[in-house]
């Protein structure tokens, strides 16, 4: 029985020993794959500013948005070829270049440099313009001066503020609903943002009632920072139809302000 033991202790060893070899050869295998193919695509880095054409010539958009896109568009092609040369001198080789090896990796830095700091600028500069807190409104000329997305983020954050849960839509599929609200009894209301000075007529009321009936809610607001045509507050009389426009949602702040402060007085 000790013998048959001990053999079959041998053979585990020496299968253990042999499963061992034989991935160790095939990991060398795919390494030296990865070496020879990022070192070669490597070569082709240049071909990353053609990447970003496309953008520059996209219809219907201002042009410093276009250099915008095609700048990401470069920076997220930059990102794949840095991990290429990173992987490749960390495992002890070198790159195929066209020029010396130093004037690539300058140019190959500077593509990095330009690109990178025009998408991860302009990723601050909307994070900055979008990052709202009602305590930082206090006027119509402070609506004014947010974008569109950064007022659909305000008025949300009014819904939840009184304990209901608003998401903003971000899709132009939503039949112009800004934002969703479920309130903290379970009803759904819609919501359209208009963050303009001009006045909102009839027809745009109407076509929100059509959304509201559409989408199965209970309630639709229409929030602007302008005003209602008299025709608009008339025939949204006896329905489910809140409008808030500049001035009342001015003191809408205030008040969602006020009592923030008397359950947080640290706010």
């Not at 070192?39 to 240049?46: D, G, N, Q, R, V």
């Not at 140019?107 to 601050?124: D, M, N, Q, Y």
């Not at 009321?205 to 059509?210: E, F, Q, T, V, W």
């Not at 008040?255 to 359950?263: F, I, S, V």
Request: aromatic fraction near 14%.
């Amino acid at each position: 029985m000790r013998n048959v033991m001990v053999k079959w202790k041998w053979v585990g060893v020496v299968c253990c020993d042999t499963a061992h070899f034989l991935f160790n050869q095939e990991s060398v295998k795919l390494m030296d794959a990865l070496k020879a193919i990022f070192t070669i695509l490597y070569l082709f880095w240049p071909l990353l500013i053609f990447m970003g054409f496309k953008a520059l010539f996209v219809k219907d958009q201002p042009f410093f948005e276009r250099v915008r896109m095609a700048a990401g568009q470069i920076f997220i092609g930059w990102l794949v070829w840095a991990f290429f040369l990173f992987f490749l001198y960390t495992n002890g080789n070198q790159p195929i270049t066209i020029l010396s090896r130093t004037t690539d990796h300058v140019l190959f830095g500077v593509l990095g440099a330009i690109t990178g700091g025009l998408s991860i600028g302009w990723l601050l500069y909307r994070w900055r313009k979008n990052r709202i807190r009602l305590s930082d409104m206090k006027s119509l000329e402070d609506l004014l001066a947010l974008s569109p997305e950064a007022f659909e983020l305000l008025v949300a954050a009014i819904f939840r503020a009184y304990g209901h849960d608003a998401e903003v839509s971000g899709s132009p599929s939503d039949h112009g609903v800004d934002v969703f609200v479920t309130t903290n009894e379970g009803e759904k209301w819609i919501v359209q943002c208009k963050r303009y000075s001009g006045s909102v007529g009839e027809p745009v009321i109407r076509d929100l009632y059509g959304t509201m009936l559409h989408e199965g809610a209970q309630r639709a607001y229409l929030i602007t920072t302008g005003s209602f045509t008299t025709q608009a507050q008339t025939w949204a009389t006896e329905k489910p139809l809140v409008l808030y426009d500049g001035e009342a949602l001015v003191r809408l702040i205030k008040r969602t302000q006020n009592n923030q402060k008397r359950l947080n007085p640290s706010i």
